[in-house]
């Protein structure tokens, strides 16, 4: 198997993981050194380490208690990186039906994943997920 398919079988056990809501396993794909980047002007949004997603990870699944799922509409990769297209559905504690939609882009090193950047719709998530609250 060739790195940019080992690449795409990690970022897709990865987002397996998001989808049971396995915090111990999505922790353990990121290097010492990584870090997501959630892009936008959110009360979520910014450059998270691996250590603050310890502290915030099981949060996420609190705020989705049946759960988040995670859908690949489309993944392309080269070299390091791997690109995915998704779309998200899930129940927030609100009792709000969340339908995100996603560009994530994975930079990838020795099989781990050094770098998340997370696209989405922030109006969707400042209303669902920060109750409408804004920085």
């Given at each position: 198997?060739?790195?940019?398919?080992?690449?795409?079988?990690?970022?897709?056990?990865?987002?397996?993981?998001?989808?049971?809501?396995?915090?111990?396993?999505?922790?353990?794909?990121?290097?010492?050194?990584?870090?997501?980047?959630?892009?936008?002007?959110?009360?979520i949004?910014?450059?998270?380490?691996?250590?603050?997603?310890k502290?915030?990870?099981?949060?996420?699944?609190?705020?989705?208690?049946?759960?988040?799922?995670?859908?690949?509409?489309?993944?392309?990769?080269?070299?390091?990186?791997?690109?995915?297209?998704?779309?998200?559905?899930?129940?927030?504690?609100?009792?709000?039906?969340?339908?995100?939609?996603?560009?994530?882009?994975?930079?990838l090193?020795?099989?781990?994943?050094?770098?998340?950047?997370?696209?989405?719709?922030?109006?969707?998530?400042?209303?669902?997920?920060?109750?409408?609250?804004?920085?």
């Amino acid at each position: 198997m060739s790195q940019i398919e080992d690449n795409k079988k990690t970022v897709s056990a990865f987002l397996d993981a998001m989808n049971r809501g396995d915090t111990g396993a999505i922790l353990e794909a990121y290097t010492e050194d990584g870090q997501v980047w959630t892009m936008g002007n959110t009360m979520i949004s910014g450059k998270y380490s691996k250590e603050q997603i310890k502290g915030f990870a099981d949060g996420i699944y609190e705020a989705f208690p049946q759960g988040l799922r995670f859908n690949i509409v489309g993944m392309v990769a080269e070299g390091d990186r791997v690109a995915v297209e998704a779309e998200s559905e899930g129940a927030h504690a609100s009792g709000v039906n969340c339908n995100n939609h996603y560009h994530f882009l994975f930079t990838l090193r020795d099989g781990k994943v050094v770098q998340l950047k997370e696209y989405m719709d922030t109006e969707l998530a400042t209303e669902v997920i920060c109750g409408g609250q804004r920085p």
